[in-house]
């Protein structure tokens, strides 16, 4: 399904160098706007494979834009109080307010699809969960908040590529599971 996604576009160092000064001011220009306007808030979803960069994008995010306007919140499995509140209840305690921007590492899209992915659940359970998620996002759109959701796709031969990378490293080994691998 994602192999369209592989467009092989590339950005050679230099360009990108050159375009960074550019881009940090426009994203702290409408980071401020935002602020100052507070109509809205812009909430920045993240998922994707693991190994293809979501954490450090996160990083760069915060590095770049004003770190007192930012809620940065990483959504792994559910806590019991989690699990015995509403659905979305633990996305919901985390929304920035208007003015601000949130960044949810892993979000409510991304459980129905591993689900599937593991044959937990089937095909309609996860079209019918899919449904309820495009139900609460267009309320929430209604209601003020942006949202963006980057999705980080890797190549089979890159993800493992990157992998064996991240098991060598002795400040990042620990982030490769017997988990992250069967993936």
């Known amino acids: 399904m994602f192999e369209s996604a592989e467009l092989k576009h590339k950005l050679s160092d230099k360009d990108y160098d050159a375009e960074v000064p ?56 559910h806590s019991d109080e989690e699990r015995a509140r509403p659905e979305y209840y633990r996305h919901f305690r985390r929304l920035p307010p208007k003015g601000k921007i949130g960044v949810h590492f892993g979000s409510w899209h991304s459980m129905p699809i591993v689900e599937h992915a593991f044959k937990r659940i089937s095909r309609l359970q996860m079209d019918v969960a899919l449904a309820r998620i495009n139900q609460m996002e267009r309320i929430l759109a209604d209601e003020g908040w942006v949202i963006l959701k980057l999705w980080f796709h890797l190549s089979k031969e890159q993800q493992e590529k990157r992998l064996k990378k991240l098991g060598k490293d002795k400040k990042q080994s620990w982030r490769v599971t017997d988990a992250v691998q069967d993936v």
């Open 22 to 77: 550019k881009l940090r001011e426009a994203l702290l220009n409408a980071q401020f706007d935002l602020l100052e306007k507070k109509d809205r808030s812009l909430l920045i979803i993240v998922g994707g494979v693991e190994g293809a960069g979501k954490g450090d994008t996160i990083n760069l995010l915060s590095s770049w834009l004003d770190p007192r306007y930012l809620d940065i919140h990483a959504l792994s499995a």
